[in-house]
T-cell receptor, first 109, second 110 residues
Framework: GQQLNQSPQSMFIQEGEDVSMNCTSSSIFNTWLWYKQDPGEGPVLLIALYKAGELTSNGRLTAQFGITRKDSFLNISASIPSDVGIYFCAGSTGNQFYFGTGTSLTVIP | EAQVTQNPRYLITVTGKKLTVTCSQNMNHEYMSWYRQDPGLGLRQIYYSMNVEVTDKGDVPEGYKVSRKEKRNFPLILESPSPNQTSLYFC?????????FGQGTRLTVV
């Protein structure tokens, strides 16, 4: 199956720091998505990107759809304790979705 | 409240005993899908459905069946579960890319 490389695998940061994570693929996608998963819950959609080069913000979160359509990144500015969780990228070809292996974020107060 | 409801949340079963995990959404979404989540592998798509009576295989369909007789329901069927199907399963529904996930079903096959 399709493999998305997501990095870093885990991050430990101080509250107030900015965070950056990215996702790369060997294949082109039509859509890139970023999700957050809290323990015991299903993933929650944070940002959806539909066009190569698109830069989209959602509060303190900013994500970009890479020009090559094979990568995407997510930035979180001024992290807070509730940002703790696992972040997943996902690429879509239309009907099928492929997820990265996740970035576990720990925010130290 | 918009939601995707899965049942059961936890299930322990024995090898070979048929089981069904139900999924229901109240948002009138056409697109629904099933995923399994395993440590180090992220979420992998099992099956998806574009509409009633329209289903298709995802990335890891072997050992699973689905049906879509009504728009709101999309059950996942394991005809003969095996230990390698022990996993955390999620159902999702959306108008566009998967937006709403259920809370998950943790399945253990012994």
């Amino acid at each position: 199956g399709q493999q998305l490389n997501q990095s870093p695998q885990s991050m430990f940061i101080q509250e107030g720091e900015d965070v950056s994570m990215n996702c790369t693929s060997s294949s082109i996608f039509n859509t890139w998505l970023w999700y957050k998963q809290d323990p015991g819950e299903g993933p929650v959609l944070l940002i959806a990107l539909y066009k190569a080069g698109e830069l989209t913000s959602n509060g303190r979160l900013t994500a970009q759809f890479g020009i090559t359509r094979k990568d995407s990144f997510l930035n979180i500015s001024a992290s807070i304790p509730s940002d703790v969780g696992i972040y997943f990228c996902a690429g879509s070809t239309g009907n099928q979705f492929y997820f990265g292996t996740g970035t576990s974020l720990t925010v130290i107060p | 409240e918009a939601q995707v409801t899965q049942n059961p949340r936890y299930l322990i079963t024995v090898t070979g005993k048929k089981l069904t995990v139900t999924c229901s959404q109240n948002m009138n979404h056409e697109y629904m899908s099933w995923y399994r989540q395993d440590p180090g592998l992220g979420l992998r798509q099992i099956y998806y459905s574009m509409n009633v009576e329209v289903t298709d295989k995802g990335d890891v369909p072997e050992g699973y069946k689905v049906s879509r007789k009504e728009k709101r329901n999309f059950p996942l069927i394991l005809e003969s579960p095996s230990p390698n199907q022990t996993s955390l399963y999620f159902c999702a529904s959306s108008f566009s890319p998967s937006a709403f996930f259920g809370q998950g079903t943790r399945l253990t096959v012994v």
